[in-house]
C-alpha cells in the first residue's frame, strides 16, 4: 500500500520560515516525480514546485520562486519543502504528491500525479 505521510507545518507570522516534509513508502521512490500543491479556502488547488524522478530537475510557480526550496532523497524517501519568507497569501493547505511522469513541464498539472499526501495545514499571520 502507497502512503505519502506529511508532517510540519503550522502557524507562522509574516516573514517566517516553514519546514514540511513527506515521507513514502509501498512505492519505489527513485521512480517517482514529487510535487507539492496547495489549496487555499475557497480556490482550486494549486501547483507549488516539483522535483524530477533523480532529483536533478527542479520547477517551482513563480508565486514561490525564490522563497520555497524543494529537496528530494532517494536513499531516505523523503521529500521536504522549505518555505521562507512566508506571505498571508501563502496559507493553505499543503499536499505532497507522487507522479510517474517524467516531463518536467507536467509536473504541475495535478492530473498527472498518483499518490497523494493527507494535507498540512499552513497558516500565516500579519
Known amino acids: 500500500q502507497v502512503q505519502l505521510v506529511q508532517s510540519g507545518g503550522g502557524l507562522v507570522q509574516t516573514g517566517g520560515s516553514l519546514r514540511l516534509s513527506c515521507a513514502a513508502s509501498g512505492l519505489t521512490f527513485r521512480t517517482y516525480a514529487i510535487g507539492w500543491f496547495r489549496q487555499a479556502p475557497g480556490k482550486e488547488r494549486e501547483f507549488v514546485a516539483a522535483?524530477?524522478?533523480?532529483?536533478?530537475?527542479?520547477i517551482y510557480a513563480d508565486t514561490v520562486k525564490g522563497r520555497f526550496t524543494i529537496s528530494k532523497d532517494n536513499a531516505k524517501t523523503t521529500v521536504d519543502l522549505q518555505m521562507n519568507s512566508l506571505k498571508t497569501d501563502d496559507t493553505a493547505v499543503y499536499y505532497c504528491?507522487?507522479?510517474?511522469?517524467?516531463?518536467?513541464?507536467?509536473?504541475?498539472?495535478?492530473?498527472?500525479?498518483?499518490?497523494w499526501g493527507q494535507g498540512s495545514q499552513v497558516t500565516v499571520s500579519s
Open positions: 522535483q524530477t524522478r533523480g532529483g536533478t530537475g527542479w
Open positions: 504528491a507522487a507522479s510517474y511522469g517524467a516531463i518536467l513541464s507536467s509536473l504541475r498539472g495535478p492530473q498527472h500525479y498518483r499518490h
